[in-house]
């Protein structure tokens, strides 16, 4: 019987570059989705719990205490619990007294899933375990005591940046002072002091209960505490956090990111700043969105990492700026440390070939800001255009391929003279290294780079990775629209990406050549591939499988091209005189 042959069938590559190649693939792909999707331990510290959030109409203050003993300081405690909103282009911050904590940190120009403004609190965490700039101290109580505490504030009316509000609690014998000042940018410079008795107390600022925008499993799953202390950057994963740890520093900053958003502090004094962890979990049956390939089951609980952070300074007063904010790279590089050489733009990751996700989205944000701007769904455009400039590039090396391809299967008769001289031998008999020699040797001899044909996929495959790790990660992709996609950091609603994805995936394997493929093989291959890529984007980043789908279909085009031309032409009728002989010979067989 004829051997099965696509229209770019050629002959004469070794199958193992295939093997090795998809093997490579398989391993990276799911590795990746394994370190995506993983689940962190559980907490062993639980952090003390934090006022609930009031509001009311300002009322009379009570800020004296004839009684107190002898020695005491003035007890300073207002009668009814207020709230100021303070606020700038940017953040629209509401603070409440009763504790001096954030009960809302809305970014105005990032929408949250309900289409308003994004608000940084994650209400339903901070309840349990405190809002952003609580105090945190090694005392459960006493944080609670702090926390509860009616406090004074300095204004109860609503500030436009600049604007400075402060906030003043005092028993008799613990006195606590809270100052903000929040300027025309995503940055709140904070001061906090406490003592007991007039001497210092150890206690930190904190945003101890993650963030607003964590409202599906991915969001959770992403979730990090990060650090730069000396130049270097750590990101940990729930997993590797212990609540309740003090880190010492010097720390340039350190806070809590998931894939989009940061609240990260930045002190003023970086070489006496510690630093302590906090890691709960908490259920969100109720009000998880079940959106992705990890989307837990809606039986039974759902429990999610919360992690947290407190910074403090060993003086015992802290003072430090807060950003809370989008992890975009124009705004994280204008962030500067106490260290001004020190920016925040290092807690922007994107894995393991992340200097490549890097200029990956350098590049596609190029094209959007100087191409696309004003196109509708210009994110997906830029993507588009991003792809067909790379396969542009990688052009030159598909040439070489098919003409490394070509001198593969004019040597092919040789080669297959030298399998036919040691098929007597099996696999395991030292002869079979000698073939080995052989056919090496006769492809030195001719030119031939048996790797020859795999170099544009494995060029290529870094680059898929680096979309693959990159795309989750951009939250200027967030909520980016494309014709029917309504988020490219979000699965196609409609599976028509993936589907196309499915389909161009096997014309691709259809079309390239591939010489010297065993027959089953190369069926085997014309459906797995096109099975796990489909099966990568069902439920993963649309612009994924847009720009995967984009590159396939570039890919064909190309491939098509280049099968009409003498090269192309000469390697079909290589490969048709080899079936030919092939067919013959089995029929003589036969006979």
Partial sequence: MAEFKNPGQQGGQDNNSLLVMMLVMVMVFLGMQYFRNRNAAPAGHVAAPAAASSTATPAPVATGNASAPAGAAPVVQAAAATTTVVENDLVRI??????????????????GSDGK????????????????????TYDPTQTAALNQAMYVASATASLAAPATLSFKYSDGATQVTKTFHLDETYVLHAELSVTHNGAPLRALLSWPAGLGDQDN???????????????????????KVTGGDTLSGPFDWAGVSDPYFAAVFLPDHSETATVATLHNQLDVAKTIRRTGMSAPSSKG???????????????GTTDVRVFAGPKAISVLRAVHAANPKVTLEPILEFGFFGWIGKYLFLALQFI???????????????????????????????VKTMQSG???????????????????????????????????????????????????TLIQLPLLFAFFAMLPKVVELRQAHWFWLPDLTAADPYHILPILMIVSQFLVQFYTPSPGVDPQQQKMMAFMMPAFSGYLTWNYASGLALYWSVGNLIGIIQQAVMNR?????????????????KSGTTIQGRR
């Avoid at 429990?303 to 952070?309: D, E, K, M, Q, R």
């Fill in 117 to 136: 403004p994004l608000d940084l609190v994650h209400a339903q965490a901070a309840e349990h375990f405190g809002y952003p700039l609580s105090v945190y």
């Fill in 301 to 315: 609980p759902v429990l999610v990492n919360i992690l947290g952070a407190a910074i403090g300074d060993t003086s």
């Fill in 94 to 111: 509401t603070f409440s007294n009763r504790g001096g904590v954030v009960t809302s940190w809305q970014l105005k120009k990032v929408q």
């Fill in 217 to 239: 499993v991915q969001a959770y799953n992403g979730g990090q505490i990060d650090t730069m202390s000396d130049g270097k950057v750590d990101h940990l994963a729930a997993k």
């Fill in 406 to 456: 070509l001198k593969m299967q004019r040597i092919q008769p040789q080669m297959d003279a030298i399998k036919e001289k040691y098929k007597k031998y099996k696999v395991t008999d030292p002869k079979r290294n000698e073939m080995n020699a052989e056919i090496m040797q006769l492809q030195k001899d001719n030119g031939v780079n048996m790797f020859g044909g795999c170099i544009p």
């Fill in 565 to 581: 031309t003498s090269l192309g032409r000469e390697m079909r009728e290589i490969a048709a005189r080899r079936a030919r002989r």
């Fill in 368 to 398: 959007h800001a100087h191409v696309t701007l004003n196109w509708a769904g210009s994110w997906g455009w830029a993507i588009i255009l991003l792809t067909i400039f790379i396969n542009l590039l990688l052009l030159p090396l598909r």
